[in-house]
């Protein structure tokens, strides 16, 4: 991880990943990708094996101290996310006060439910941990909270279920939109080898615009990988935002104060950026 080295970078494993990922180089002499579920980047950032990975939100609001954060580059929504479901075998209001299941890959959706069923809903379930298996988290709970391709596999197959969605929860609730990943860097990666972070940089950024200018290579990627139809796909990178305004970093901020007020996160968070040699603008010409 020194100067002249390559530089360590995280993936999320994820569909809702892909198009900030889908034309950066896997290998290059500056950097190397490796795949992994949120919670295992998260961990891996955090105890410095990575430099620089997309993480979940949640992971930067607990480590804000030790990182700085990519501009320009989210994983969000305004409303509808259609991959962080709630999945409920009983009504609303005997969840509120029966168990839930969550995942064990998620930091920030996990946190969000908490927040929209303590402060929004009014609730108190209790809640385990599991890997995301749907079958076996409703065996021991009255629903089951799955994230990513996880949880667009399993909205196609349970329809009888009853599913929240909690990027539209959170928008009706708060009118702001949600931000679930960021992409940060560690502080001493960012000053040991600024070059190189800066080359992801750039190539995470193309990456964006050129995906979302023709969604068609993800759409036939998720229908050949995962499943579905194209326009499932469509609908579904139409709904995510990759951008991270001022607007998104305003709904990101009010989760990172809720999160505080339920003991979630200890301290206050303060969104701090990398500064990139190139902005998103230039990139973009
Ligand atoms: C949009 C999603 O957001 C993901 C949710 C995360 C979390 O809950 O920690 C982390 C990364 C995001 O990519 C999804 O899972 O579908």
Redesign the pocket.
């Known amino acids: 991880m020194s100067a002249n080295h390559r530089i360590a970078i995280g993936r ?1 494993d ?1 569909a ?2 892909w198009p900030l990922y889908h034309y950066v180089q896997d290998r290059t002499p500056q950097y190397e990708v490796v795949y992994r579920v ?2 295992e980047l998260n961990r891996m950032l955090r105890e410095g094996g990575l430099d620089m990975s ?6 930067y609001g607990a480590n804000a101290d030790e990182y700085v954060l990519l501009p320009d580059l989210s ?1 969000s ?1 305004e409303g509808p ?1 259609q ?2 479901l709630l999945f409920m075998k009983k009504p609303l209001e005997d969840v509120l006060k029966g168990t839930i299941a969550l995942t064990a ?6 946190n ?1 439910l908490k927040i929209l069923m303590s402060l929004h809903l009014k609730g108190n379930p209790a809640y385990i941990t599991g890997e995301p298996d749907l079958e076996t988290m409703l065996r021991s709970a009255d629903a089951a909270l799955l ?2 391709d996880s ?1 667009i596999r399993a909205s196609w197959s349970n329809r009888e279920l009853q599913v929240l969605d909690l990027g539209r929860l959170w928008q009706e609730w708060t009118g702001l939109g949600m931000t ?2 960021v992409a940060a860097v560690r502080k001493e990666s960012a000053q040991r080898n600024p070059e190189a972070v800066d080359a992801v940089y750039r190539s995470m950024l193309a990456s964006k615009l050129r995906s979302l200018r023709n969604l068609k290579p993800l759409i036939h990627k998720g229908v050949s990988f995962i499943g579905g139809d194209e326009m499932y796909w469509r609908g579904y990178f139409s709904g ?1 935002k990759y951008d991270f305004d001022s607007g998104r970093q305003a709904g990101l901020e009010l989760y990172f104060r809720y999160a505080r007020r339920l003991g979630l996160l200890e301290r206050e968070v303060k969104l701090e950026f990398f500064r990139p040699t190139q902005t998103a603008e230039q990139v973009n010409e």
């Not at 997309?54 to 992971?59: C, R």
């Not at 890959?105 to 996990?110: C, L, M, P, Q, Y």
């Open positions: 999320i994820y809702n990943a949120p919670a997309t993480v979940s939100s949640f992971a994983v929504s996310v991959s962080i890959t998620s930091a920030t959706s996990v969000l994230i990513g949880a679930y990943a995510l």
